[in-house]
């Protein structure tokens, strides 16, 4: 999705000399890689486009993983992107002397850049669970992103590991649709109650009038919504604190009857804690005659299925591993040297950071789209990528013009930007909520905007000159 937009707003800028390069044969990145049934965007289908390129025909009120891949693939091609885009080519190192980037790749291709864009997302590189025995089930075992639709799920015993939004998608995809499906939990999740529902055909025409979309994209309800949710984020005691509260806890009350599976189901963190699950048919989904919840910790993987802490053994013919990504990968594992022998592995030893998730000192003329401590709330992270495209373009622009030949933050202020962030970050709920998550960094800090939307759109605005150093040309 960042190198799309990277390459578009590169083209409407009258620039043709640039190429994208992506490891796999074809685009899509998230929506490329995750394919398992039930696969659902949380942001409301009409936020989760370019602001330049709406799409007034989305089916569902949350888009359906493929027809979001469908759609990137529709503006790359619209766009004209196919003869900047070198497919199959893995990068594997890039090294910045001479005023120039030069990058090598798993192929042996090589390149030079003066500048670099790194847009390659945070959650692609699977991260396997430390579970004994993960090698000798006899059965299909894969992760989620890499799904094997070869496997027959209707004669099959299914076991999901893992409920973030993931496995709860999963979930409610396949309940009744196998003859048996075990979710294992570790830690009870809060789940935000939403509709889902079809636009019909006459809404989808109606949707080709931008006003009428845009109408449609900003009712009192949805922008209300995204007010109550960044105040509940920075502030725990907020009226949208207590209301998206509330909403969890009841969706939960009226869904689940049953007292046992209630509490199973019930977090010991307060809500919006960790990164909030949006469903609207889990709990519906997992009482279903043929769904068991199993919170036992799992002992170990053994031919047959699952065993758990409590001995039983879980008979299963697949095994899916909704255990998420390694959110601190970004990059790597890329080997990156900057200005001075500077490298990404030294620069980031403790945590990644970045001077507004977007440039790194003595990294001359390199910049992330989506970098760390990037995400804003549960918002589009295709809007918060083309805010972020603005500030890079303003940072880019004097070096492509010849009016500068390097810029880069300074290490005082990403020192000092960590500091105001990390302190920001600790009066958050995903730091006061009393949970663990991916959010955290190795400190235990949210590696997140701690800010308001509005904060953050401020501050893409426009760059502070005062914190970047500069190279003049000649």
């Known amino acids: 999705m960042a190198g799309i937009l990277a390459g578009i707003k590169l083209k409407s800028a009258g620039i043709e000399n640039f190429t994208i390069y992506e490891k796999a044969s074809q685009i899509g990145g998230t929506w490329r890689e995750n394919t398992y049934p039930g696969l659902t965007c949380d942001v409301p ?3 989760y486009t370019y602001s330049f390129e709406r799409n007034p025909r989305w089916t569902r009120h949350l888009p359906p993983g ?3 891949q469908a759609y990137f693939v529709g503006v790359f091609e619209k766009y004209e992107l196919t003869a900047h885009t070198c497919f199959n080519e893995e990068a594997i190192s890039a090294h910045y002397h001479g005023g120039l980037w030069h990058l090598t790749f798993a192929s042996g291709k090589t390149d030079e850049a003066t500048v670099l864009i790194m847009a390659s997302g945070v959650l692609h590189h699977p991260k396997l669970p430390d579970i004994p025995g993960l090698d000798s089930f006899e059965g299909a075992l894969f992760h989620t992103a890499r799904w094997d639709h070869t496997v027959d799920l209707s004669t099959s015993r299914v076991g999901v590991v893992g409920n973030g939004s993931t496995g709860v998608q999963i979930v409610s995809a ?3 649709k196998v003859p048996a499906l075990f979710h294992f939990q570790r830690t009870a999740q809060w789940i935000m109650p939403v509709e889902n529902g079809h636009f019909s055909e006459a809404e989808q025409l ?5 006003e009428t979309l845009r109408a449609a994209m900003n009712m009192p309800e949805y922008l209300a919504s995204v007010e109550a949710y960044t105040q509940a984020l920075i502030d725990e005691s907020s009226e949208g604190a207590k209301s998206l509260g509330d909403a969890c806890r009841a969706n939960l009350e009226q869904s689940v009857l049953d007292p046992v599976l209630k509490k199973k189901l019930t977090p010991s963190h307060q809500p919006l804690c960790k990164r909030l699950i949006f469903s609207p048919d889990y709990y519906q989904a997992i009482q279903h005659p043929s769904a068991h919840l199993v919170t036992e910790s799992i002992e170990r993987i053994e031919a047959t299925g699952i065993r758990t802490a409590d001995g039983v053994l879980h008979e299963l013919d697949v095994i899916a591993l909704a255990t998420g990504f390694d959110a601190r990968a970004f990059m790597r594992p890329m080997t990156i040297t900057g200005r ?12 990644p950071k970045a001077y507004y998730a977007i440039s790194m000192p003595d990294m001359p003329n390199l910049f992330m789209l989506n970098g760390p401590n990037g995400p804003v709330g549960n918002f589009s992270l295709i809007d918060i990528s083309e805010h972020q495209w603005n500030y890079i373009w303003q940072l880019m622009e004097p070096v492509l013009s010849g009016e ?13 930007y960590e500091e105001k962030r990390s302190e920001a970050a600790k009066q958050t709920v995903w ?20 800010w308001t939307y509005g904060d953050f759109t401020a501050a893409m605005a426009r760059p502070d000159w005062t914190q970047f150093e500069t190279v003049a040309t000649g």
Do not use: M
């Open 66 to 68: 493929p027809e979001v």
């Open 206 to 210: 109606s949707f080709e009038d931008p």
């Open 174 to 176: 396949l309940a009744g």
């Open 431 to 450: 730091f006061k909520g009393g949970c663990q998550s991916w959010y955290l960094d190795s400190r235990g800090i949210p590696a997140s905007w701690p």
């Open 340 to 351: 001075g022998g500077t490298n990404l592995d030294t620069l980031w030893h403790d945590y």
């Open 404 to 416: 500068i030949s390097e810029v880069c933050c300074t290490r005082d202020a990403l020192e000092a």
């Open 45 to 47: 289908s009409h936020h």
